[in-house]
C-alpha cells in the first residue's frame, strides 16, 4: 500500500490547536519566545520526552487538563525512572512562584510518587544554564505555547514542538528542520496530516514562523 504524504496546515491559538487534534493532525506548537525553544532546547540537553502543560489560570475558550499532562509524564517517568523538571512562568519569577503558577500540575505529579528535581525559567536556548536535563522529562507550564500543547493533547492529538530560533548548539536553518522532520516522521508513520499552530495569534513572531515551517514541512512532500 502507497504511503499516504501527509497534507500540512496552519493554524493559531489553543482553539485551533485544539481543532487540528480533533480532526486527527499530529499538531506542531510553535511558540518561539519562548515555550517551544525551551523544548528544543531540552531536548538537545538529552531530555528524553518534552511535555507542554497549561498553568492553573488560563482564558483559553477551549478544555485543558494539567492533571492529565502530568500523569502520562509521571507514568513514563516511573517506567524510565526519571525524574521531571519543570519549566515555568513567570520567567523572571523564584522557584516558588512558578510552582505556585502550576499547583495542579505539581499537586498530580507528587500523588503519583513523581520527584520533581527543579523549577526552571522559560528562557528558550539559555534553558541550558539553568539545570541538567539529561535523562530527565520536561514539562513546560506556560501561558501560550503551554496552554496549546495542553488544549491539543488533552483532545487526543499527537502533539509535537518546533522553533526557528536558535538552540545553544543549532543555528540557522538547523532548529526548524529538526523540527519539521520530527512532526513529518510523526505524520508518516501515524497516517495523519500535520497542522502547525502559532501559539498566539497576537504574537507576529509566531505565525511567520509557522508559515515558515509550513512552507519547509511542504517542500518535503
Known amino acids: 500500500m502507497k504511503t499516504k504524504q501527509p497534507k500540512v496546515?496552519?493554524?493559531?491559538?489553543?482553539?485551533?490547536?485544539?481543532?487540528a487534534a480533533?480532526?486527527?493532525h499530529v499538531?506542531?506548537?510553535v511558540d518561539i519566545i519562548d515555550m517551544s525553544t525551551s523544548l528544543e532546547t531540552a531536548l538537545e540537553m538529552g531530555a528524553a520526552a518534552v511535555f507542554g502543560a497549561s498553568p492553573d489560570h488560563t482564558s483559553a475558550p477551549v478544555p485543558v487538563n494539567p492533571e492529565k499532562i502530568a500523569g502520562d509524564a509521571a507514568f513514563m517517568a516511573h517506567e524510565l525512572n526519571m525524574e521531571v523538571v519543570i519549566i515555568g512562568e513567570p520567567r523572571f519569577a523564584?522557584?516558588?512562584e512558578q510552582k505556585k503558577n502550576c499547583q495542579r500540575l505539581?499537586?498530580?505529579?507528587?500523588?503519583?510518587?513523581?520527584k520533581i528535581s527543579d523549577f526552571v525559567p522559560?528562557?528558550?536556548?539559555?534553558?541550558?544554564?539553568?539545570?541538567?536535563?539529561?535523562?530527565?522529562?520536561a514539562i513546560a507550564a506556560t501561558s501560550t505555547g503551554g496552554v496549546a500543547f495542553d488544549a491539543a493533547y488533552n483532545a487526543g492529538g499527537i502533539v509535537t514542538t518546533a522553533t526557528i530560533a536558535r538552540t545553544r548548539h543549532m543555528k540557522g536553518k538547523a532548529p526548524a528542520l529538526k523540527g519539521i522532520h520530527r512532526a513529518y516522521s510523526l505524520a508518516v508513520r501515524l497516517q495523519r496530516d500535520i497542522s502547525y499552530a502559532a501559539a498566539s495569534s497576537k504574537s507576529y513572531e509566531d505565525i511567520l514562523a509557522a508559515k515558515y515551517?509550513?512552507?519547509?514541512t511542504k517542500g518535503l512532500s
Open 9 to 19: 496546515y496552519m493554524t493559531v491559538d489553543a482553539s485551533g490547536a485544539y481543532n
Open 94 to 96: 523564584s522557584k516558588e
Open 22 to 24: 480533533i480532526n486527527g
Open 106 to 114: 505539581v499537586n498530580k505529579l507528587i500523588k503519583m510518587n513523581t
Open 213 to 216: 515551517l509550513c512552507d519547509l
Open 122 to 137: 522559560n528562557v528558550g536556548k539559555e534553558l541550558w544554564a539553568f539545570a541538567p536535563l539529561n535523562n530527565k522529562i
Open 27 to 29: 499538531v506542531v506548537i
